[in-house]
């Protein structure tokens, strides 16, 4: 996409001079974010799953600048059904995971993800969660307890809601809340805000708040409601 030049420097390479002065070292090597994708996969999620696939390459771009990053996809769909994938680097081989799953019916299994992250935060140095859905049928409390302690593990939920349930809405942002995260709705139709949304959190992923702010400043939009005051 053709992108506005500011004399002989383009937005992109502004980014990614910022985006650079950010990144963590360890060792003399930039460390790689780590980020568990988290979607739900049930039957009301079949129409817009293929272009949330075609999207996510967002994320792998927005944090090479920043030592890159290390994506896990976790889904849940039909009757009990959770399924976990390995760590890819590969926006491509995310995207050929994603496009494997078939949506089936069921409830969600929001908590049950939210377990899984909590779990896996100390062994496998996961900086954040995002979590895409458009439902929530789970015990408030109860999810609400695992993501206040993803809150005390520092582990925030970056909970970004498909449409506008009423009990989507009232779940995600107190996930979002409890962990320290950010909710955010975002229509059905529209592409780019998802990719702005994902663009945002793998920068954070790489390179910490002040790089998810500097990506958000650079593309505005969505992204720029992750840096308003917390859900």
Not at 112 to 129: D, I, K, N, V
Not at 180 to 195: I, M, N, T, V
């Amino acid at each position: 996409m053709p992108v506005p030049r500011t004399g002989a420097v383009t937005a992109v390479d502004a980014f990614v001079s910022r985006a650079r002065s950010l990144a963590p070292v360890a060792d003399g090597r930039a460390k790689r974010g780590r980020l568990l994708f988290c979607m739900d996969a049930t039957a009301s999620r079949e129409p817009t799953w293929d272009r949330a696939a075609a999207i996510q390459g967002e994320m792998f771009v927005a944090a090479e600048a920043l030592g890159g990053l290390d994506v896990r996809l976790a889904f849940w769909r039909g009757f009990q059904d959770f399924k976990v994938s390995k760590w890819t680097a590969d926006g491509r081989e995310l995207a050929r995971l994603m496009s494997g799953v078939d949506c089936l019916a069921g409830h969600t299994q929001i908590g049950r993800a939210l377990a899984y992250a909590a779990e896996q935060a100390a062994p496998s140095g996961l900086r954040a969660m995002v979590l895409v859905g458009d439902a929530f049928e789970e015990p408030l409390d109860a999810v609400g307890h695992v993501a206040g302690q993803l809150g005390m593990l520092g582990l925030p939920v970056f909970a970004f809601q498909e449409g506008e349930d009423p009990d989507a809405t009232r779940a995600f942002a107190q996930i979002a809340r409890l962990s320290g995260g950010r909710h955010c709705r975002f229509e059905s139709g529209s592409a780019d805000e998802l990719k702005r949304l994902l663009g945002a959190v793998a920068a954070f992923a790489a390179g910490g708040q002040d790089a998810l702010t500097a990506y958000a400043r650079l593309h505005r939009g969505a992204a720029l409601r992750l840096t308003d005051a917390r859900a």
